[in-house]
């Protein structure tokens, strides 16, 4: 049972677009949400989170907005820069944390020069 | 801040041998640490929760005797894989979890990962 989804395997996006990567997830119990980044053969670097008592987390180039309703939340990148291209994750876990990481699928982001 | 090494980066090694791969949070202590396993084109496999201080919890099909874990001390946790087989091989991660705070002023925990350990057994 995949309790965290990311439906796209891949996405395109035009360098200096905006880039929005997609997440579902299906356990309610999940309160705390993160999106790390990956590239082969490294391991994956935190990027950002949000808890649920937030719909909206902000850094930088990255805001991560949380539907708690729809139980999904998306990934903004803007402007793209093609060192973003990589795969992302997104994570959810349950008690702020401290449960175990639950991983997506992963979707490559290409950015296009 | 929040920086985990692993080492080595990455080992060959015979079929039957043993391999130990080390994990360290380097600025910050953790209590607990997790190792994963990575194939191809495949998401992040929770393979077992490292307790300083105490015994690891292994997650469902994962053999405790096959993948042995120490949590030595708040920086250190190890993963060696006993008698190695091809089947091994694979690219094993490691996290740290770190406590942080909010502006809410609840905590939470995130989960920092090292480069990981690309293992090949012949």
């Known amino acids: 049972d995949q309790q965290v989804k990311q439906n796209s395997p891949s996405l395109s996006v035009q360098e200096g677009r905006i880039s929005i990567l997609n997440c579902d997830y299906t356990n309610s119990m999940f309160d705390y949400f993160l999106w790390y980044k990956k590239y082969p053969a490294e391991g994956p670097t935190f990027l950002i989170s949000i808890s649920s008592i937030k719909d909206k987390n902000e850094d930088g180039r990255f805001t991560v907005f949380l539907n708690k309703s729809a139980k999904h939340l998306s990934l903004h990148i803007v402007p793209s820069q093609p060192g973003d291209s990589a795969v992302y994750f997104c994570a959810a876990s349950a008690t702020r944390g401290n449960e175990k990481l639950t991983f997506g699928t992963g979707t490559r982001l290409t950015i296009i020069p | ?122």
Request: glycine share 6%.
């Open chain 2, 1 to 122: 801040g929040a920086v985990v090494s692993q080492h080595p980066s990455w080992v060959i090694c015979k079929s039957g041998t043993s391999v130990k791969i080390e994990c360290r949070s380097l600025d910050f202590q953790a209590t607990t640490m997790f190792w994963y396993r990575q194939f191809p084109k495949q998401s992040l496999m929770l393979m077992a929760t490292s307790n300083e201080g105490s015994k690891a919890t292994y997650e469902q099909g994962v053999e405790k005797d096959k993948f042995l874990i120490n949590h030595a001390s708040l920086t250190l946790s190890t993963l060696t894989v006993t008698s190695a087989h091809p089947e091994d091989s694979s690219f094993y991660i490691c996290s740290a979890r770190r406590r942080t705070g909010t502006s809410a002023g609840t905590s939470t925990d995130t989960q920092y990962f090292g480069p990981g350990t690309r293992l090949t057994v012949l």
